[in-house]
């Protein structure tokens, strides 16, 4: 079964060659206590048989600087994808764009419009700031899809930008931090429902899955309605490793565990399958284009 782990992380020990320069000015401490260079994470993906990984560019170490990702993109394309951000707010972010993506071999770009384990900034005003207009016009034109870590309060923004720009795709970061005592993401009039857009994909990741359980006493319940309301076409898994504790294997294993019973073409498409469409993926290939079927 073809295995892309969808969010991982790396940390260079090089600090002349990649210095430290935080999103927000605090760097995370999972960085500072678990830091994993490539060879470390390809090991890690080795021993839990993964054969792709998409590398998320850790901004709460190196900010907009996405030269170390790229870096390993260029030295093992038949292994890795890259996720890149951004300053949305940048009066040169398309050139940004064009640069990491059309340059440097990224696939995908990342924004962060709440906290995750590590607080920082929030962008402008939000997903709907208008300096973010050329981003979302951009990515929307080039099909190019968006990892938006934000919380469920933030569903009807983003399905009035869906509805705004018709090629625009979004991946959320550990399922958005959907609500667990009600439907996971909430709706507004004039807008659709997220799984109606047939645009958004869901991340299940370590993090989202231990806030369920540490809130509801399991995730299984979320996982079963998550998969149900958006369909495994449009679920994927992502380890979060090294920023979560455990070895690659103990988090994929994790993620593995709250799965409800599905037939084997479900289960293909959530354990690589989706993230293979969305980054134009399959064994053993490199990435040539970006994001092949959004």
């Excluded at 999972?30 to 048989?49: C, M, N």
């Amino acid at each position: 079964m073809f295995s892309v782990d969808t969010h991982t992380h790396i940390i260079s020990p090089d600090t002349d060659a990649y210095p430290a320069d935080p999103l927000g000015g605090h760097r995370s401490t999972w960085s500072q206590e678990r830091p994993t260079d490539i060879d470390g994470l390809l090991r890690a993906a080795d021993a839990a048989d993964v054969d792709h990984l998409v590398v998320v560019q850790a901004s709460t170490v190196y900010g907009f600087d996405n030269s170390y990702v790229a870096d390993q993109l260029t030295r093992h394309p038949d292994r890795l994808s890259g996720v890149c951000s951004v300053d949305f707010l940048s009066p040169k972010v398309v050139d940004d764009l064009h640069h990491w993506i059309d340059e440097r071999g990224f696939s995908g770009v990342r924004i962060r419009a709440a906290d995750g384990t590590t607080a920082v900034p929030t962008p402008g005003r939000g997903l709907d700031d208008e300096r973010m207009a050329p981003v979302w016009q951009f990515l929307s034109d080039r099909r190019v899809p968006v990892c938006i870590q934000m919380h469920a309060q933030h569903a009807p923004i983003l399905a009035g930008l869906l509805q705004q720009y018709p090629g625009l795709t979004a991946i959320l970061d550990h399922a958005g931090r959907p609500q667990l005592d009600s439907a996971p993401y909430p709706s507004a009039d004039g807008v659709p429902q997220l799984s109606e857009t047939g645009r958004v994909f869901i991340k299940i990741t370590p993090p989202a899955v231990l806030r369920a359980q540490r809130e509801s006493g399991s995730a299984a319940p979320l996982v079963r309605t998550l998969i149900e309301e958006f369909g495994a076409a449009h679920v994927m898994w992502g380890s979060n490793f090294p920023a979560s504790a455990g070895s690659l294997a103990e988090l994929a294993d994790l993620i593995r565990e709250q799965l409800p019973s599905l037939d084997t073409s479900d289960l293909e498409l959530i354990a690589g399958g989706t993230a293979g469409r969305l980054y134009g993926l399959s064994r053993g290939s490199s990435v040539t284009t970006a994001a092949k079927e959004c």
